[in-house]
Structures are given as C-alpha cells and as structure tokens.
C-alpha cells in the first residue's frame, strides 16, 4: 500500500509542477489582441506549435495535467483513509493490561477508611 501512496505521490507532485509550467508558459488571451494590432514585431507569429495550434495544445496538455492531477489528489485521499495493519503510535503497540476487580465500571468499591486515607502511607 505504501508503495502505491508513494507512486500517487509522485504523479501528484509531477503533474502539479508541469502545470504549473505550462501555465507560466502560456500567454493571456489579452496578449492576442496586441498581437493581432500590430505588437508581434512579426516574429511572435512564427511559434514552435503554428499561429494558433500552440494555445490549444497547451490548454489542453494543461487540461489532462488538471485531471491527472485531480485524480491522483483523490487516489490520496482515498487509499490514506485505509485503515492501517500496523498500529499508528506507540502506546497503541503496547499490549492491553487487565484492569484490576476494583476499578471494573458499575462494582461498588470500599473507600479507605482510617490511616488508608492519608496518601504515602
């Protein structure tokens, strides 16, 4: 189980830093506007993906990331509410002491009476 948390783990913290590159990476919708006037210069339309294939390949690479993202978020959440085969602490590992006939709930018990009161005695 361990070894599924971890590679869960891994997958979240993967896709969590590609998105967040990629969407570093992308321009605003309000950056094509200038560049439709005339603020490209020319060379900021010849882009590695084509004039408008670039946005969508990143919107939608950042789209699957947000989903494999989600989905392992929820693996995580899911598999670590598993109940565990070992205990959590240390004082659940100890082993359970009986309880002695006086300090069972519901038997009356005696109070001490006399020099039994007076404590160190």
Same mark, same amino acid.
């Given at each position: 189980?361990?070894?599924?948390?971890?590679?869960?783990?891994?997958?979240?913290?993967?896709?969590?830093?590609?998105? @967040?590159?990629?969407?570093?990476?992308?321009?605003?919708?309000?950056? =094509?506007?200038?560049?439709?006037?005339?603020?490209?210069?020319?060379?900021?339309?010849?882009?590695?993906?084509?004039?408008?294939?670039?946005?969508?390949?990143?919107?939608?690479?950042?789209?699957?990331?947000?989903?494999?993202?989600?989905?392992?978020?929820?693996?995580?959440?899911?598999?670590?509410?598993?109940?565990?085969?070992?205990?959590?602490?240390?004082?659940?590992?100890?082993?359970?002491?009986?309880?002695?006939? =006086?300090? @069972?709930?519901?038997?009356?018990?005696?109070?001490?009476?006399?020099?039994?009161? @007076?404590?160190?005695?």
């Amino acid at each position: 189980m361990s070894i599924l948390l971890t590679l869960l783990l891994a997958v979240q913290l993967l896709s969590a830093l590609v998105m @967040i590159g990629l969407i570093l990476v992308q321009h605003g919708k309000g950056a =094509d506007a200038g560049a439709a006037l005339g603020g490209g210069g020319g060379a900021g339309s010849a882009t590695l993906f084509g004039a408008s294939g670039g946005s969508n390949f990143m919107s939608r690479s950042t789209a699957v990331l947000a989903t494999v993202f989600l989905t392992s978020t929820l693996g995580l959440a899911y598999f670590g509410m598993a109940p565990r085969q070992q205990a959590a602490t240390v004082l659940e590992a100890l082993p359970v002491q009986p309880t002695p006939a =006086d300090a @069972i709930p519901g038997v009356p018990t005696v109070p001490p009476t006399g020099p039994a009161q @007076i404590p160190g005695q």
